[in-house]
């Protein structure tokens, strides 16, 4: 009986209200639009065909069998379905008031309701006023814009991107009861359909985006309980971030050993060249391989008397070592970083100052050419040829790859040897570079080739001759070594 009623409102309401509309002004595009709808003195309704033409850019999906529809809002699918007061966006719920309702191929949706619910979630710009029937369209700059979650040992680090510091004291937090967590911005615009869809990962099971008209607010469903949460802003790059504390688990112990198996405990020294290998040789007779060994040494006891880092030497003295063993030599005494000590050279004699190298295909001639250089030690090992000659081309670009978890790592120590020698040598700061070094290919920990000055130019074959130059270079090393391993240690510790 209620059914049969409800048939006949429905049918009055059609057949008396088809020709009222929604004006709808587009201030983005200066254009103006209509939407048809259903008037009574308690409920408008608006067509969702309309909505579909007006709003969005693709058709709608209608299931005439079913009196369904599907909204589709750039990648935000909207479900409804005539005689249901519920919606689906994505797959969120939302509740209306009163039922929407079907004329043929079209579905009515109750407006006032419809418009929250899409100002709320797709396009926040709409502004809807029922007394003068005008839909108005404005763009919006959301100033929260993104979401990254981060699971850590003993809690879960959200990361809400922002285009702006808010004031204090408008962002509020709390932990509810019913097993959310809520976050909301005052003056907050939210990109909703970019939060709602971020990776949930650690305690978070869920995360869901509202706009409201003077706030935004972020609610996170939570797998499990949690022992406390802190609240800041980040200044760069601008960003919410919210900690959520939770008890070490069980896994707490193999976290613990995984730290331990990546603790900065050995360094492998690598003074470059040795024994019929003499390096490069500056024009009053300086040989490499004698420069670079004694800072080796240098460095090597600076290690071990303030720091409790075991020291492992690819070589001790001089005599020659290919340069697969070297890598070999690393990764069987579980080195944690591998450092290979070099001097340079090259035809342009005013050519002076430090640089470090990561591997990688060198981008520029220089680089090119000091890589050809030092792999050409190859051709003094006996029955090297098998070990090396892949080495080319796409198999050289391999090996580089095989090695680019430790790239970061790599650039990062790089970075501060750079630094520490600057602070110490009267001599050109040439940076952080590229090139294909043999030497470094293997090694399963974050390496750097330093080349420490050139003996090609007169002045720096004279300083590198004195030990007190020498020794300058070697502490600056050491600087960047701690420095390194305590930023290491740091993020360790962090989980």
Excluded: C
Excluded at 12 to 28: E, G
Excluded at 233 to 249: C, E, G, K, M, Y
Excluded at 353 to 362: A, R
Excluded at 421 to 433: A, E, I, M
Aim: charged share 25%; glycine share 6%.
């Amino acid at each position: 009986m209620f059914t049969f009623y409800k048939t006949i409102i429905i049918a009055f309401f059609l057949s008396a209200h088809l020709s009222a509309t929604i004006l709808v002004v587009n201030r983005v595009n200066q254009k103006e639009n209509e939407l048809h709808i259903l008037d009574n003195s308690n409920v408008t309704y608006v067509s969702a065909n309309d909505l579909s033409r007006v709003l969005t850019s693709r058709l709608p999906f209608i299931n005439k069998e079913r009196m369904k529809m599907v909204l589709y809002f750039s990648d935000t699918r909207i479900k409804i379905s005539s005689n249901s007061s519920y919606i689906l966006v994505d797959e969120e719920v939302y509740h209306m008031p009163v039922y929407a309702i079907d004329s043929g191929d079209d579905i009515y949706l109750p407006a006032v309701p419809i418009f929250n619910i899409l100002k709320q979630t797709v396009l926040p710009g709409l502004t809807y006023d029922p007394i003068k029937q005008r839909l108005d369209i404005d763009v919006v700059k959301f100033n929260i814009t993104g979401l990254d979650i981060d699971q850590k040992a003993n809690g879960t680090i959200l990361t809400i991107y922002t285009r702006e510091r808010f004031l204090e004291g408008h962002i509020s937090s709390f932990e509810h009861d019913n097993g959310w967590f809520y976050l909301t911005v005052q003056d907050g615009i939210v990109d909703t359909t970019r939060i709602n869809k971020a990776d949930t990962r650690g305690v978070v099971a869920k995360v869901t985006a509202n706009q409201f008209s003077e706030s935004a607010q972020i609610a996170i469903r939570l797998r499990s309980s949690i022992i406390g949460h802190e609240v800041f802003q980040s200044p760069d790059p601008n960003a919410i971030v919210i900690t959520l504390r939770t008890p070490f688990d069980k896994s707490a112990e193999r976290i613990r050993k995984l730290r331990n198996r990546w603790r900065l405990d050995t360094v492998v020294l690598d003074a470059g060249h040795g024994g019929k290998d003499g390096g490069t040789v500056g024009r009053s007779g300086t040989r490499e391989k004698d420069i670079v060994l004694d800072i080796s040494k240098r460095l090597g006891l600076l290690l071990e008397k303030k720091t409790n880092i075991n020291v492992v030497y690819t070589r001790e003295e001089d005599i020659f070592i290919p340069l697969w063993k070297r890598t070999k030599i690393a990764n069987e005494s579980n080195g944690k970083i591998f450092v290979s000590i070099h001097a340079n050279s090259n035809p342009n004699r005013t050519a002076r100052g430090f640089e470090s190298y990561l591997l990688k295909q060198g981008k520029s001639d220089d680089a090119i050419a000091l890589a050809s250089r030092e792999n050409a030690v190859i051709k003094l090992e006996e029955h090297s040829g098998d070990k090396y000659k892949e080495l080319t081309g796409e198999n050289l670009i391999m090996a580089t790859m095989a090695q680019s978890m430790f790239l970061k790592e790599s650039e990062e120590l790089a970075a501060f040897i750079q630094e520490e020698l600057g602070n110490r040598l009267n001599s050109p700061n040439r940076g952080v570079k590229q090139a294909g070094f043999v030497v470094l290919i293997g090694a399963s920990m974050p390496n750097v080739l330093i080349e420490t000055g050139f003996l090609s130019n007169p002045t720096e074959e004279k300083r590198l001759k004195q030990a007190s130059y020498r020794q300058k270079i070697a502490e600056g090393i050491f600087s960047a070594i701690v420095k390194f391993r305590s930023l290491r240690e740091e993020l360790l510790a962090e989980g």
